[in-house]
T-cell receptor, first 116, second 118 residues
Framework: GAGVSQSPSNKVTEKGKDVELRCDPI?????LYWYRQSLGQGLEFLIY????????KSGLPSDRFSAERTGGSVSTLTIQRTQQEDSAVYLCASSLVGGTANSPLHFGNGTRLTVT | AQTVTQSQPEMSVQEAETVTLSCTYDTSESNYYLFWYKQPPSRQMILVIRQEAYKQQNATENRFSVNFQKAAKSFSLKISDSQLGDTAMYFCASLANAGGTSYGKLTFGQGTILTVHP
């Protein structure tokens, strides 16, 4: 079946503009995660959704970042008033259930965001 | 809090040879999981192998195996019979099983770029 789909693949925006990044998880996966990968760095956790529970937003770096997940499926990560330090690859992942012991994360190909 | 450290920014190996990537971690949890992910140029993170901390036996997946040294908090990845398609960035990651629950809030190392030469 289809994997995790992210759009756009690449996004270039001007400093100060808002951007929306989209993630379509694998059908039936109840858990969805957003990670950020800055140049040459490992992945940094941003936010986690599990079913209808309140999301874990503990990784969001500032209040300019927000995310929602509609209908327990598609998720949108929004960055307001983008700054150059927001430039990174934003990776989305989903898993069948929240625990990864027996339900590994499946990642999308990410969105490369460049803020000029 | 958890930390994961990969001290080798880059490694290279000849095709068909064996290479070992290093990873050390620190966690206060007694139960946790460790993973190795591969990220080719396509950017997609692909799970290579995983290890439950309570299992003493080292995990193996075909040409990939780990050397899990719990006391030393070391989790190295060995790739045997290296292939050109193994060229990628490799990330070590940990996941704490806190309070009996666990979810995908992985902690990643900085990554090691592996190049397999023909």
């Amino acid at each position: 079946g289809a994997g995790v789909s992210q759009s756009p693949s690449n996004k270039v925006t001007e400093k100060g503009k808002d951007v929306e990044l989209r993630c379509d998880p694998i059908s039936g996966h109840t858990a969805l995660y957003w990670y950020r990968q800055s140049l040459g760095q490992g992945l940094e956790f941003l936010i986690y959704f599990q079913g209808n529970s309140a999301p874990d937003k503990s990784g969001l770096p500032s209040d300019r970042f927000s995310a929602e997940r509609t209908g327990g499926s598609v998720s949108t990560l929004t960055i307001q008033r983008t700054q150059q330090e927001d430039s990174a690859v934003y990776l989305c992942a989903s898993s069948l259930v929240g625990g990864t012991a027996n339900s590994p994360l499946h990642f999308g190909n990410g969105t490369r965001l460049t803020v000029t | 809090a958890q930390t994961v450290t990969q001290s080798q920014p880059e490694m290279s190996v000849q095709e068909a040879e064996t290479v070992t990537l290093s990873c050390t971690y620190d966690t206060s949890e007694s139960n946790y999981y460790l993973f190795w992910y591969k990220q080719p140029p396509s950017r997609q993170m692909i799970l290579v192998i995983r290890q439950e901390a309570y299992k003493q036996q080292n995990a193996t997946e075909n040409r990939f195996s780990v050397n899990f040294q719990k006391a030393a908090k070391s989790f190295s990845l060995k790739i045997s019979d290296s292939q050109l398609g193994d060229t990628a960035m490799y990330f070590c990651a940990s996941l704490a099983n806190a309070g009996g629950t666990s979810y995908g809030k992985l902690t990643f190392g900085q990554g090691t770029i592996l190049t397999v030469h023909p």
